[in-house]
């Protein structure tokens, strides 16, 4: 069973926080996804954290991003990015959504152009 509450309690401390981040789409950052409903895309473990690329920036306080996975359970709204902190990852599409900057906790690294361009290419033809 999911433990909301301590969640809700991290979901706070995130909220007030008060720092100015500098961003760019490519990043990979660890990012506090918590814990959320059915088959939304989790963070993990007891940090509420999962790895996510930035797809777009809406200013200094709101992106696009979408979660990454280590799962290499095939699905066409799963798109290989390559490795992340030793993990082959997959960028899951169906998860993306917009978040506060607030939720970044430290960028990993950049994705490469080439496979930035793929995964730019697998989120337009979603529409």
């Not at 088959?39 to 992106?63: H, N, W």
Request: aromatic share 12%; proline share 4%.
């Amino acid at each position: 069973m999911k433990n909301f509450d301590n969640w809700n309690k991290k979901k706070k401390q995130i909220h007030t926080k008060n720092v100015k981040l500098y961003y760019h789409p490519r990043e990979i950052w660890w990012c506090y996804l918590g814990l959320n409903v059915g088959c939304e895309q989790d963070g993990s473990e007891e940090k509420f954290l999962r790895p996510v690329i930035i797809i777009r920036d809406f200013g200094p306080s709101a992106c696009l991003i979408i979660p990454l996975t280590k799962s290499t359970k095939k699905h066409p709204l799963r798109i290989f990015i390559g490795k992340v902190d030793n993990h082959e990852a997959f960028a899951v599409l169906s998860q993306m959504k917009v978040i506060d900057t607030k939720r970044f906790l430290e960028k990993i690294g950049s994705l490469n152009k080439d496979n930035f361009l793929i995964l730019r290419k697998a989120v337009k033809n979603l529409f």
